[in-house]
Nanobody, 115 residues
């Protein structure tokens, strides 16, 4: 059974940093494209960052230069380092694995950026 478990969310002041983790079981994160998405209240879920099996990365324009997605194959974990956080980054952040026949999602972790 494939399972993704996010952690690392919380409350942070504007300009602060957080690192989200996505621990995977049942799959090898280095084989599949892995991504982070977010959903703010009243808005659609949107792509934040993705890392391919080859290690290439892509980011939403709104987070370029501030967020970094990475992968630790030994720990089977994907990370999202978030710096210079803004109030508009407030959302539930979800980890995603793009398997061959379906997508798998984690349960989400809340990130709140507020003073």
């Amino acid at each position: 059974q494939v399972q993704l478990v996010e952690s690392g969310g919380g409350l942070v002041q504007p300009g602060g940093s957080l690192r989200l983790s996505c621990a995977a079981s049942g799959i090898i994160v280095g084989i599949y494209p892995m991504g982070w998405y977010r959903q703010a209240p009243g808005k659609q879920r949107e792509l934040v960052a993705v890392i391919s099996s080859g290690g290439s990365t892509n980011y939403a324009d709104s987070v370029k230069g501030r967020f970094t997605i990475s992968r630790d194959n030994a720990k089977n974990t994907v990370y999202l380092q978030m710096n210079s956080l803004k109030p508009e980054d407030t959302a539930v952040y979800y980890c995603n694995a793009q398997l061959v026949l379906r997508d798998v999602w984690g349960q989400g972790t809340q990130v709140t950026v507020s003073s």
